[in-house]
C-alpha cells in the first residue's frame, strides 16, 4: 500500500516558479514508478511527467519540456516536480500518482493516488 501527499502548489506570476512535493508512504514506495499528472477546469485530467524508480529516466509531456524537471529521492519517500518558466495555461490541480510499472503517460498504469494540489499562474 502506498499513500501520497501533494504540496508545494500554490499562486504565482506568469514566468514564476514552483516546486511541488509528493511524499510518499508505504515499505515498497521506492519500486514504484511516479508520475505528475493535472486537471485544469472543464478539461481532463492530463500526463505531464513520470520518473522510473531508480530516477534514471524520465519522460514529459511536449506541452513542459525543458520547463518542468521531475525527480525522486527514495530515501525520503518524496517526488518532485520542479516548474519554471510557468504559463498561465498550467494553471490546473496537480496529482502525483505511483504504478508499478514504466513511468507511463497513461492514467491506466498507476494504482495510487494524491489528492491534488493547486496550481494557479496568474498573466
Known amino acids: 500500500q502506498v499513500q501520497l501527499v501533494e504540496s508545494g502548489g500554490g499562486l504565482v506570476q506568469a514566468g514564476g516558479s514552483l516546486r511541488l512535493s509528493c511524499a510518499g508512504s508505504g515499505r515498497t514506495f521506492s519500486r514504484y514508478a511516479m508520475g505528475w499528472f493535472r486537471q485544469a477546469p472543464g478539461k481532463e485530467r492530463e500526463f505531464v511527467a513520470a520518473?522510473?524508480?531508480?530516477?534514471?529516466?524520465?519522460r514529459y509531456a511536449d506541452s513542459v519540456k525543458g520547463r518542468f524537471t521531475i525527480s525522486r529521492n527514495n530515501a525520503k519517500i518524496t517526488v518532485y516536480l520542479q516548474m519554471n518558466s510557468l504559463k498561465p495555461e498550467d494553471t490546473a490541480v496537480y496529482y502525483c500518482?505511483?504504478?508499478?510499472?514504466?513511468?507511463?503517460?497513461?492514467?491506466?498504469?498507476?494504482?495510487?493516488w494524491g489528492q491534488g494540489t493547486q496550481v494557479t499562474v496568474s498573466s
Open positions: 520518473v522510473t524508480w531508480t530516477g534514471g529516466s524520465t
Open positions: 500518482a505511483a504504478g508499478p510499472g514504466v513511468p507511463s503517460d497513461s492514467e491506466r498504469e498507476y494504482t495510487y
